[in-house]
Nanobody
Framework: QVQLVESGGGLVQAGGSLRLSCAAS????????IGWYRQAPGKQRELVAR???????NYADSVKGRFIVSRDSAKNTVYLQMNSLKPEDTAVYSC??????????WGQGTQVTVSS
């Protein structure tokens, strides 16, 4: 199994920055892809950014040029640097990992609120 623990959410003014962290533990060697999703009130969960390890990095169009996803393999941690935040970025951000066993794991989520 894989455990994911997010941190770094909070309240920020529009135009500000936040960095989210997702620490993975357990069978981290089985992780094929890891990244971030978000869900705003009344909306469906959507992909924000995702690393397919050793292959590609994907971003939602709405965050391209503002958010950067990165991974520290030594620390088994994935980061989401969020810049130029907008009120529409307000959501619960959750870390997600896909594994070689075709299992999907989620963190508990962290709230990001951007005030106008």
């Amino acid at each position: 199994q894989v455990q994911l623990v997010e941190s770094g959410g909070g309240l920020v003014q529009a135009g500000g920055s936040l960095r989210l962290s997702c620490a993975a533990s357990g069978r981290t060697s089985s992780i094929n892809a890891i990244g971030w999703y978000r869900q705003a009130p009344g909306k469906q969960r959507e992909l924000v950014a995702r690393i397919v390890i050793g292959y590609s990095i994907n971003y939602a169009d709405s965050v391209k040029g503002r958010f950067i996803v990165s991974r520290d393999s030594a620390k088994n941690t994935v980061y989401l640097q969020m810049n130029s935040l907008k009120p529409e970025d307000t959501a619960v951000y959750s870390c997600n990992a896909d594994t070689s066993g075709s299992r999907v794991y989620w963190g508990q989520g962290t709230q990001v609120t951007v005030s106008s």
